[in-house]
């Protein structure tokens, strides 16, 4: 979601002039082509993205071993002719933690991940081109201080997800089996509670602290509008609410509704642009196969 709303901010302010382009000479490009691996961001990307990927399948296969479980409880008991209740209602607010979490993981694997390894890139690639362009004007200057800011703010918010993850993996591995959870303020949390950490400390937050945004051609760094951010960052509070609310109210219609209106949203979020374009496709075939579109003039010329 933040990716999207970033690229339409920074092509409206290259379309307006803004922003401080980092220009290279071919020399610097020759000596871009000698760098050493620490300046290589591959390393670190590969690193990132292994994180966010072992956080993702680890809690959705704790999700999948509780479900599991829980299935062959509900199939022992209703065999038996025991209270099934546990599973077929949310009574226990066993269905509010699971589908939170699988909205969580959707977040943290579909999204989070893609849009902090294109970032982190992004920045790398642009403090690359004015380390080897060896400018010191007035422009490369602050473009550098931007971009370092930005990096700080990505930084910080890719701990706070990380955070996010951990803590809802230890409330989804408490559930599954207590006695391996020593009792601590940590461990006592409901796992609903990460992503609430991951959202409002570290999405909403870097919206509201990072006042620059890198182009989708990592050459340029233009301001992002204060209402953009602010907009963005009162949907990520949103789903942050909702995420808590899932963890203080877990039991009964109230969590259910909360956890499954974080999954719906968490899906939107994450495949919005997908949406859009199909929603997109559907509208032109509509209006194309309308019989009447020609002979009213509104057909395609």
Not at 261 to 290: M, P, Q
Request: proline residues 4%; positive net charge.
């Amino acid at each position: 979601m933040i990716s999207s709303f970033a690229v339409v901010a920074s092509s409206k302010a290259i379309r307006n002039g803004a922003g401080c382009r980092v220009f290279a000479t071919s020399d610097s490009f020759e000596s871009g082509t000698a760098l050493s691996k620490k300046d290589d961001p591959v390393v670190e990307l590969d690193v990132v993205s292994k994180i966010y990927s072992l956080l993702s399948f680890s809690l959705f296969g704790l999700l999948a071993v509780d479900v599991g479980l829980n299935f062959m409880a509900f199939l022992l008991a209703w065999v038996s002719k025991h209270d099934t209740t546990f599973f077929t209602t949310n009574v226990t607010g066993f269905w509010t933690e699971k589908l939170c979490i699988l909205g969580f993981v959707i977040l943290l694997l579909m999204d989070f991940k893609a849009v902090a390894l294109r970032q982190i890139a992004r920045a790398k690639t642009v403090l690359k081109n004015i380390k080897y362009a060896k400018e010191t004007t007035v422009k490369s200057i602050e473009s550098t201080r931007n971009v370092e800011k930005f990096l700080t703010n990505v930084y910080a918010k890719l701990i706070m997800e990380i955070l996010g993850g951990t803590v809802a993996f230890i409330g989804c591995f408490k559930t599954v089996s207590p006695s391996f959870v020593p009792r601590s303020a940590l461990t006592s949390s409901p796992a609903s509670v990460g992503p609430a950490i991951a959202l409002f400390f570290g999405h909403a937050m870097f919206m509201l602290l990072n006042k620059n945004v890198v182009s989708q051609s990592a050459d340029i760094v233009t301001p992002f509008p204060s209402k953009l951010r602010k907009t963005i960052a009162t949907f990520d509070a949103a789903l942050a609410i909702l995420a808590a609310t899932c963890a203080i109210f877990p039991k009964g219609w109230p969590g259910l509704a909360s956890s499954l209106s974080f999954l719906l949203f968490s899906v939107f979020f994450t495949y919005e642009n997908e949406i859009k374009k199909r929603a997109k496709k559907t509208k032109k075939k509509e209006g194309g196969s309308d019989p009447g579109r020609s002979a009213r003039g509104l057909g395609p010329t």
